[in-house]
């Protein structure tokens, strides 16, 4: 399931700001941005260096870092541009409003308790930047994947997103001040199988440079069919895990195509 999200009461100013200040870090000269390319805390990438393929040469930048105690994150976070801080501190905070909202939502339309989902998610910002590419035959923005969290928001001013449908890849437009929001391969695990992680990639545009502002959701606690999704004629689809030493590892690790990644967490008759 992957869906726009509209009057979802993140200020649009705050939007446009935190993309601009996005577009202004990836904007800055290479050996600024290198400066983070082997930190622990805060990790810039690029290609061609870190992400060839045998099949494709990557055409993106990435930055990411934590946001889960914003006021401790911060201090690792880039401080040029000299607003990044305070407007991507906003953002992150507005965005997590949202993605509770969206929490409680799931809850009630899947008859689960308040609250099911849980609060205290860690979260981290993903964001990507594809320059313009003369040659988009030849590259990809992102391969297609499944996200190992719970829950993504993904903010989009420039197309390049699309999603897996029937065996086709199929393009998502951006909105105006719109989110996208995305169900990750845990949910599927939470609802025993009664809801699924929608496989999406990038592309490279040809004529415009594309940034997507991504904000991840993780689950702190063990992942497990919830109970109301499992009985006599519904046995458990999966075991449980704990998502950061168990699940992620095994999901980063072995680059497992779409759903294959919780093979290992099967339960087989």
């Given amino acids: 399931m992957m869906k726009h999200v509209t009057n979802h009461g993140v200020p649009e100013d705050l939007m446009d700001e935190a993309m601009e200040v996005y577009e202004e870090f990836f904007n800055l000269p290479v050996e600024e941005k290198e400066n983070y390319a082997n930190a622990t ?7 061609p260096k870190h992400y060839n393929s045998k099949d494709h040469k990557y055409w993106k930048e990435v930055l990411e870092h934590n946001c889960n105690i914003v006021g401790q994150d911060k201090k690792t976070w880039p401080s040029n541009p000299p607003k990044y801080r305070e407007v991507i501190g906003a953002y992150s905070t507005e965005v997590r409003e949202l993605s509770m909202i969206i929490f409680d939502l799931v809850s009630k339309g899947l008859g689960l ?67 996208v929001f995305n169900f990750g391969l845990p949910i599927m695990v939470m609802t025993n199988g009664k809801l699924e992680s929608v496989a999406h990639q990038a592309v490279p545009n040809t004529t415009q440079t594309c940034t997507g502002i991504g904000t ?4 702190a606690n063990i992942v497990e069919p919830a109970k109301s999704f499992v009985g006599p004629d519904n046995p458990p689809l999966f075991k449980p895990f704990k998502w950061d030493t168990e699940f992620f590892p095994h999901y980063a690790n072995k680059k497992l195509v779409y759903h294959a990644a919780l093979e290992a967490f099967k339960i087989y008759a």
């Fill in 41 to 47: 805390e805060t990790l810039y990438t690029s290609n």
């Fill in 216 to 219: 991840y959701f993780s689950p």
């Fill in 113 to 179: 308790e308040a609250g099911y989902f849980g609060k205290e998610h860690k979260q981290k910002m993903i964001v990507y930047h594809f320059p313009v590419c003369p040659d988009p035959s030849s590259t990809l923005g992102m391969d297609g994947h499944c996200d190992p969290n719970l829950i993504t928001i993904y903010q989009q001013k420039v197309y390049g997103l699309q999603i897996l449908k029937n065996e086709e890849w199929i393009g998502v437009e951006p909105l105006p001040h719109a989110f």
